[in-house]
């Protein structure tokens, strides 16, 4: 495996360094071949850098920049605010070539508008795509976009997106022709909008994808398809919804971890006992180890974290960018692309 | 409390009278001044009558029909198909003031059209929304609607579905000037699509309204609000992803209950021990308690329940029928609205 250095925009998300720091020290404990190009604010770093012992850790470059992309600005604003930017100079080095890979936790807006502006796009590919892997109720994952990328898309470029699920799945998953569903509240041929029965009507016809029809969000999780494929509103929705009802029902159960009275040890020995293999279930399907959205069709790998994400999940969020440079997947893309051109 | 009867769409949802008439059954022993108008097929009726001994019951009054709207035809289709369905009969007593409300777990297109056709509208109200009460963490309920009665909507619309959804809460949760929000991908000011952000300006003029902002789907059990507003796809996603991702998380529990080995019982005895209240709290979010979705803006109740619905869940949606009627809620949403249009 060749050495692999990610942009990490230190500033993001809702906790900046106190999350992101912790987060790259476990990166870095895990993967041997893993380095980072740090950009953010010294001054609120470094304290942290020496508490995981990485302040001279020949893994670690430190960029300082006191410029941050305020999280709840507009887009049109961000930009113009992102000079010197945490976030853009992480982009820009990975523009640059010093890193192969960016991940932030910042202003979803201004990523994916300034990966757009700095990151040259894949040939043929309109807009990229917020791309996360889901987790399903028995292990697995699907690939699901568009996640908040594209409010508003047009029917090419669900068809698009389409094509770079299937791409992902493949080389991601291992999967060979894998399934692929539009997400619709219904799964009968008249349900949903005008523009959801046309695409289906167009990938009905699609030879090279293995599109199977509808999926409705109660099925997200339930591993009847691959690859799901939305417009970025309701991807968001969707994932949100089922996020959300997955941490307030496991925020139940951690609840019980702060429990104080005298009997915590047998409850936890029971719990071990009687609930594991539950326990560990819910944990599978925590938002926590699925963190981390990819703008797919992209020459470059960026991933968005959670803003609000904990360090164990920006771990996961860096963990994703690994996994998809070690995969080669914008090359992987970009070859399949290819090969689709010449149909 | 006054007499009430329903009529019941006893064909409707996924298992028709084998759900619907326990579910009866279970309402009847639970509302004394409850009797049902049936409607459905005799041959598939009598049997499952019989065994909850309610053939000769005076609560009961069967009307025979083998005519039923299949689930998953498009509603042009549906509509011809409708004439002495077991659904349009069961609308038809409400309209002939045979019933006060109905309740069907039907073709939901159907049923909105036919709803439409025959019971007369409150004034000023353009389109019936769906409406739900969705259960919070906290034990407390959120209305939320649209749910999926209307797929595309006007800006008016969502401002109304805000009235509608207003004076539900009050009525329903007994709540003085409700909070209200707005659905979206995100809370900042610049978030969602251009109706979405043109909506919010509209609503945080009005002084009637205690309109509170936009809320993110990850919140929608969060109580963080009153009432939702959404167009019936988005809240559709949103809210099957809610479910089907509490039926998921739920049904690990479910399964314990199948487990025959010798230690089941000691299990259970620690399961109620020690996760009684945990158990209690996923019992409490489990989406059979808030079936039902009434058709909000009509002047009789018209309840859905999904399609899928058992027979405990249907009876919920019978409870939110009779509350609804007790409650008085159409008459009340008609004063109000005339009050409104005075200003």
Redesign the interface.
């Known amino acids: 495996m060749g050495d692999i250095t990610l942009a990490v925009d230190v500033m993001g998300g809702d906790f900046g360094p106190r999350v992101t720091i912790p987060a790259l020290a476990k990166a870095l404990s895990q993967h041997s071949n893993l380095s980072f190009l740090l950009f953010g604010n010294e001054s609120q770093i470094t304290s942290l850098l020496e508490k995981y012992s990485l302040l001279d850790s020949p893994k670690i470059q430190l960029h300082h920049t006191e410029q941050v992309i305020d999280a ?4 049109s604003k961000a930009i113009r605010q992102s000079k010197n930017s945490s976030m853009r100079l992480a982009l820009e080095a990975v523009k640059e070539g010093k890193a192969q890979g960016c991940v932030s936790g910042g202003n979803t ?1 201004a990523l994916m508008g300034l990966a757009k502006l700095l990151i040259e796009p894949l040939p043929n590919i309109e807009r990229p795509a917020l791309t996360s892997l889901i987790p399903t ?1 028995n292990g697995k994952s699907t690939v699901m976009l568009d996640l ?1 990328a594209n ?2 898309v047009s029917d090419c470029q669900l068809q698009q997106f389409a094509e770079m699920g299937d791409l992902f799945a493949q080389v991601m998953l291992g999967l060979v022709y894998p399934r692929i569903s539009l ?1 619709n ?1 219904g ?4 349900k ?2 005008a523009q959801i029965q046309a695409v289906h009507q167009q990938l009905k016809k699609r030879q090279d994808l293995n599109y199977i029809g509808f999926i ?7 591993y009847l398809t691959d690859v799901i494929i939305c417009d ?3 991807g ?14 496991i925020s ?2 951690k609840k ?1 971890k702060a429990d104080s009275n005298i009997c915590r040890n047998t ?1 936890r020995y ?2 071990k006992l ?2 594991y293999r ?1 326990y560990r ?2 944990q599978e ?1 925590n938002p926590d180890r699925h963190n981390g959205a990819t703008l797919l069709g992209l020459s470059k790998v960026i991933v968005k974290s959670h803003g609000g994400a904990n360090a164990n999940a920006f771990s996961y969020a860096i963990d994703y960018a690994v996994q998809q440079i070690e995969n080669d997947i914008p090359n992987k893309i970009l070859q399949r692309l290819h090969q689709l051109d010449k149909k």
Chains 1, 2 share one sequence.
Request: hydrophobic content about 45%; glycine content about 10%; aromatic content about 10%.
């Open positions: 709840d600005i507009p887009f807006g109720m908040g409010i508003e997400l509240i799964t009968e041929e008249n949903g909008t409705e969000s109660d099925k997200l999780t339930s970025g509103y309701t968001n929705i969707a994932l949100k919804a089922l996020e959300g009802a997955a941490k307030n029902i139940l159960f019980e409850k029971l719990l009687i609930f539950y279930k819910l399907i």
